[in-house]
C-alpha cells in the first residue's frame, strides 16, 4: 500500500468524524446551547484535522481518536467480560499523567478520546482533567451505576463530555448478564438525563443472542423517546474459548452494515457501529491508523483486545510512544496481519 492511497483511507475515516459532529448539531438542534457548541466543535475538528495532516507529512502518524481505559476496577461483574481479565492489575496511571496526556493529545490533534473501564466513574477525578480539556470530545462509557445529580450536574456544564451507558437490550438480558435491578436502574438515569437536557448515549455489545433485539426499530426508539440520541453497537470480542458462542455469527456480522443504514433512515439518532466496516479505510484502524489504546497502567496499545506494548506513558510522552517500533510495524504490516487476535 503506498502512502498516498494510506493518506487516503485517513482522510476518509476524519470525513467520517466530521460527518458524526455535524450529525451532532442537527439532533441537538432544539438546545440551542448545545447546537451552538457542536457548531463550534465541527469547526475546531477542521483545525484539528489540518493539524494531524501537517503531523503525517513530518512522518507523524496522530490518529484521530484515543481509547483510554481509565481504571480495571469496576463494580459489576459481568458475564464474559473481556475487561475482568485485567482486573487485579496494579500501578495505574495518576490522574496528574492522565491530565498532561489529555493535553499532550490535544497539541497533537487528537480529536475524540473514549473513557472506558472497568467502570470509570470509579476514578470520578478523571471527569475533572477531561472537563478542561475543552478542545477534545469524550464520550465516557459506564455501566451507570454510580451516576448521580452531581455528576450529571458536572456533564449538563461540560458539553465536551458525553456519558454512554450500556445495556445488554431490555430488561432479562441486561439483568442476566449485568446483574439483578441493573436495567431499572439504567431506566431511572435515562429519565434523569432527559430530564436535565442532557445528551448522552447507550452502548449495547452485540451478541449472538442479543443482535436482533437491540438492532430492532421497536427496541431503539423505546430508549430514544427517554432521550438517548446516540447508540454504539459494539461487536461482542471473547475473553477465552469458552465464549465464543457468544460471537457475532458470519450471517449477522454480513447484515449489520445493512440494518444500520435502515436505522440511521427511521430515527433521528446517531448510530456507531464497532469497530465497523474497516475494509473502506484499507483494514484495520488499530495502532493509530484511526486510534489507539491506552491502558490503565498507561501502556500504549493497538487496541484494548491486543494487550502489547512497547511504550509507557509513564516513562515517555505520547508523541514517542505513537513513534515506537511496536505501533510502526503493526500500521505498516494491518493489510496483511488483518486482526491479531486472529494471527
Known sequence: MTPSTELGY????????????SDTCRISRFNPAQ???????FLRQKRKAHQRKTAEKEGLVVPPVLILSATNRCNLKCKGCYASSRQGITGELPVSRITSLFREASELGVSV???AGGEPLLKPEILWAAGKQKDIIFPVFTNGMLLHSGSISY?????????????????HRTDNRRGPGVYTRLVQNMEQLQKARQLYGLSMTLTRDNFEEVTHP?????????GCKLFFLVEYVPQCENDLNLCLSE???????QRMEQLRKKIPALFISLPGDEEKYGGCLAAGRGFAHI???GNLEPCPFVPYSDSNLLETDLKEALQSPFMKTIRESHHLLGCLLYT
Open 35 to 41: 447546537c451552538l457548541f457542536w457548531y463550534r466543535t
Open 295 to 297: 491502558s490503565a497502567t
Open 218 to 226: 421497536v427496541w431503539l426508539r423505546t430508549h430514544h423517546r427517554l
Open 155 to 171: 456533564f449538563q456544564h461540560h458539553n465536551n463530555l458525553i456519558p454512554v451507558l450500556s445495556a445488554e437490550g431490555g430488561k
Open 10 to 21: 485517513r482522510d476518509r475515516f476524519t470525513s467520517s468524524l466530521f460527518r458524526l459532529f
Open 113 to 115: 478520546i473514549l473513557i
Open 251 to 257: 450471517e449477522q456480522k454480513a447484515l449489520l452494515p
